[in-house]
């Protein structure tokens, strides 16, 4: 039983930056990955950024220089830096949780939080 709350998204312009943050709650003793997704309307949800535990990261290419992903593990909480941000960057952005190690119903996979609006207009 894990938990995902996702926070900081918003309306901004072309060019403009936003970051957002998701903190997993719950009897959590580790987590290996967690990651931002996003799904546009009439679109697949799709993978943004990924970070593990170690301190890897993975973005998609159509992020890469634009979009930072951090993890602060001692809260159980990961971020997403947006910047330069475009109208095609418009979507509700998921976090996502992977591989939780749990202190009561062991290993969980693919946790999801409720997503945020993200919205890139002038």
């Known amino acids: 039983q894990v938990q995902l709350v996702e926070s900081g998204g918003g309306l901004v312009q072309p060019g403009g930056s936003l970051r957002l943050s998701c903190a997993a709650s719950?009897?959590?003793?580790?987590?290996?990955?967690m990651g931002w997704y996003r799904q546009a309307p009439g679109k697949q949800r799709e993978l943004v950024a990924t970070?593990?535990?170690?301190?890897?990261?993975n973005y998609a290419d159509s992020v890469k220089g634009r979009f930072t992903i951090s993890r602060d593990n001692a809260k159980n909480t990961v971020y997403l830096q947006m910047n330069s941000l475009k109208p095609e960057d418009t979507a509700v952005y998921y976090c996502?949780?992977?591989?939780?190690?749990?202190?009561?119903?062991?290993?969980?996979?693919?946790?999801w939080g409720q997503g945020t609006q993200v919205t890139v207009s002038s």
């Open positions: 719950g009897s959590i003793f580790s987590i290996n990955t």
């Open positions: 996502n949780a992977d591989r939780v190690w749990t202190t009561t119903r062991g290993l969980l996979y693919n946790c």
């Open positions: 970070a593990a535990s170690g301190g890897s990261t």
